[in-house]
């Protein structure tokens, strides 16, 4: 990536956060956001966002604020969303099939390519106009429609199994929501989700008001 | 709160992430933990970590690292997690489904006490050993089960008329996986949960390796 700053992995984990907020500003119909509306909207101080998009060039104007469709249009080229990533989901349960439908991906550019499972009574179903395929079908499926990345959504006892077959079929992203610490060799990609994130900081909150 | 230090918005967002990470640690048995190796777990510096849990007491022992157990209790008792809040999930398609069969909830102390959805096909259906029951029943039922938490899995469009009678039932926590901006009265706490954050984080790091 040509001229591209060093940017830090705290300023990196907020990037996707900046981008669905400045994509609900402009959904609003707002052109230009003060640095003091956008913290208010992400609870971050103005002082860090500054900061935080000062790396990736001059899109304020002082006084003034950002133009949204420009600093959004910057975000998401930083975040890769440009590429539109082909992504499979593997484990169609009711998870894997809740994440088929999903707008919001399809809204950031992805295109979901292919569904995956092992279970017979699963395979041949169509969810949400795509056919659900057998797992062993994945490494000719992977070349053929150019996956980049997998959803891992088996149950935690699969997922290893799972990723290795992702893995030795050049699939080198692996977004994983099995509650399992994957062994994942140099090179490939993972992101774990964890819901229960998102669960504990609302008790976090609720305990203050007690 | 008696003799609770003040503790930033940044390292409140952490605290779930720590909490998830010395649960991992406990599991595979260690004891004993160096803020290195948190830091290299949590793509944390070591050094933001010292400074996080320095908040919260002294745990280290100087040269060795934090006692595991004792500093997983100590941020699980900040986070609430001890109250054992309970739950409910509103809209029992796959999403709500889904999470309706989560295993963390359960491992993190929440309990799950009530599904509820609008449509007559879902209503009395039986999901993970809960029955669902019409969204009309919500006052009734958060009263007699005390729902602390209402998990919102509805669509989009029904997500607001959904809240305001959650909000009117007493439940003053919501967790909101409807891609809109609620508007919520004082007093209420919301998270919002956007899945398509973690596959962004994953974008942005297959786009540094092309």
Redesign the interface.
């Known amino acids: 990536?040509k001229g591209q700053p060093v940017i830090s992995?705290a300023t990196?984990?907020r990037?996707?956060?900046y981008?669905?907020t400045l994509r609900?500003v402009q959904d609003e119909g707002i052109d230009i956001i003060s640095s003091d509306e956008l913290g208010r909207r992400l609870?971050?101080t103005p002082e860090q966002i500054r900061k935080d998009l000062a790396a990736f060039g001059q899109f304020g104007k002082k006084g003034v604020g950002y133009y949204v469709n420009e600093l959004k249009h910057r975000v998401g080229e930083?975040?890769?969303?440009d590429?539109h990533?082909n992504?499979a989901i593997v484990g169609i349960?009711?998870?894997g099939?809740?994440?088929?439908?999903?707008?919001?991906?399809i809204?950031?550019g992805?295109n979901l390519v292919a569904l995956f499972d092992q279970d017979p009574k699963v395979v041949g179903l169509t969810v949400n106009h795509l056919p659900v395929s057998h797992i062993s079908e994945f490494p000719a499926i992977a070349q053929k429609r150019n996956i980049?990345?997998a959803?891992l959504a088996v149950p935690a006892v699969f997922a290893q199994e799972a990723a290795d077959r992702i893995i030795a079929s050049g699939v080198?992203?692996?977004?994983n929501f099995a509650?399992v610490?994957l062994q994942i060799p140099e090179?490939i990609?993972i992101?774990n989700?964890?819901?229960?994130?998102?669960?504990?900081?609302?008790?976090?909150?609720?305990?203050?008001?007690?």
Request: glycine share 8%; proline share 3%; no cysteine.
């Open positions: 990536m992995k990196i984990d990037l996707p956060l981008f669905r609900m609870s971050i930083i975040l890769g969303l590429h990533w992504i349960g009711h998870l099939a809740a994440l088929a439908n999903y707008q919001n991906f809204a950031l992805f980049n990345i959803i080198s992203g692996i977004w509650p610490k090179g990609h992101v989700e964890d819901l229960s994130v998102g669960l504990s900081s609302l008790s976090y909150h609720l305990t203050r008001n007690l």
